[in-house]
């Protein structure tokens, strides 16, 4: 993930897509996180710094997502509390399995089994009505929480 944007393919808008779940992680980690990338000419895609405003969110969002190497995926506590945030992992996800996209999770103050199993916090996001687009995000969140990343709780105490 340390490529400069001198190195980056062509291929790619961007070297790294973050979501993440503003109300929890704007102002503090994900800020954070965003300087550290771009000092390091690391092309990184963070949805208040890189979108046009007027311009429809989804379509530029997905097309941000299509073009990175990397997704960052910052699971915090009312990251499924969020349907676009869960619709954004599904296209992540997909991106993963079509595009060679790599997905790094990130559990900011959440424990990663929650993520994997929908409990705690993320079985009560999705209590939703719609049992086709819940099964979707219930497959994005376990696959993107089997993958190797880092438990922020485990980093701060180890």
Avoid at 22 to 31: A, I, L, M, Q, Y
Avoid at 54 to 82: C, D, H, M, T, W
Avoid at 145 to 155: C, L, Q, R
Wanted: glycine residues 4%.
């Amino acid at each position: 993930m340390a490529a400069s944007s001198s190195s980056t393919p062509s291929r790619w808008m961007y070297d790294v897509f973050l979501s993440f779940r503003g109300e929890d992680t704007r102002k503090n980690f994900v800020d954070h996180l965003y300087d550290a990338l771009v000092a390091r000419n690391i092309r990184t895609f963070k949805d208040d710094e890189n979108l046009e405003r007027g311009n429809s969110i989804a379509p530029e969002l997905f097309k941000a997502i299509e073009g990175s190497r990397f997704a960052i995926v910052i699971f915090s506590q009312n990251y499924a509390s969020s349907p676009w945030c869960l619709d954004e992992l599904v296209k992540i996800i997909e991106c993963k399995k079509l595009r060679g996209l790599t997905a790094l999770p990130v559990f900011y103050h959440v424990d990663p089994s929650d993520v994997r199993k929908q409990t705690g916090s993320f079985a009560e996001a999705l209590a939703y009505d719609d049992i086709n687009k819940v099964s979707t995000w219930t497959q994005a969140l376990t696959e993107a929480a089997n993958a190797a990343g880092w438990d922020v709780e485990n980093v701060a105490n180890g």
